[in-house]
């Protein structure tokens, strides 16, 4: 019998995903949750750079954030910073997106969220807008009902 001492190699293979800042991890779900954490941080820290504010929406669960996009960078960001993954599919980030008014900078956003992510990301002028055509119109129909009250009571007597 001879004794030999061995030295033996034995390859294991094994895939891991490796997230933009070089952190390895062992299954897709948790590398892409890593990244989406990370671009929510750099978006925050974008957001809290830029000229902004927040109003809580005295009639509802909404909260408006609306800030001053002086770049395409800011306005994606503020676009990720303020919707859900799945939200911000919606908003392509290119000028040919759906959305290119968001990205005419520099303008002023407005953000509207619910705390769970969900909403909407609009320009100022065209939320002001909407407003400014929501409250002539019940301005209208106010008008309208006195007029009709007063006449009411004009042939009740």
């Not at 303020?82 to 990205?103: K, T």
Request: overall charge negative.
């Amino acid at each position: 019998m001879i004794e030999k001492t061995v030295t033996r190699t034995i390859e294991k293979v094994e895939t891991v995903y490796v997230a933009d800042d070089g952190t390895e991890f062992k299954s897709k779900h948790d590398c892409l949750s890593h990244e989406a954490e990370c671009l929510f941080d750099a978006a925050e820290k974008t957001v809290t750079g830029m000229p902004h504010f927040v109003y809580d929406e005295p009639c509802g669960d909404e909260t408006f954030c609306w800030a001053y996009a002086r770049t395409k960078k800011e306005a994606q960001d503020f676009i990720l910073y303020c919707l859900n993954s799945e939200e911000q599919e919606y908003y392509r980030f290119d000028d040919e997106g759906s959305y290119p008014e968001l990205f005419k900078v520099p303008l002023w956003l407005v953000g509207i969220y619910d705390g769970d992510g969900y909403g909407g990301v609009y320009s100022a002028e065209s939320m002001l807008g909407y407003y400014e055509k929501f409250v002539s119109e019940v301005r209208d129909k106010i008008r309208c009902e006195m007029n009709n009250m007063t006449t009411e009571v004009k042939e009740s007597e």
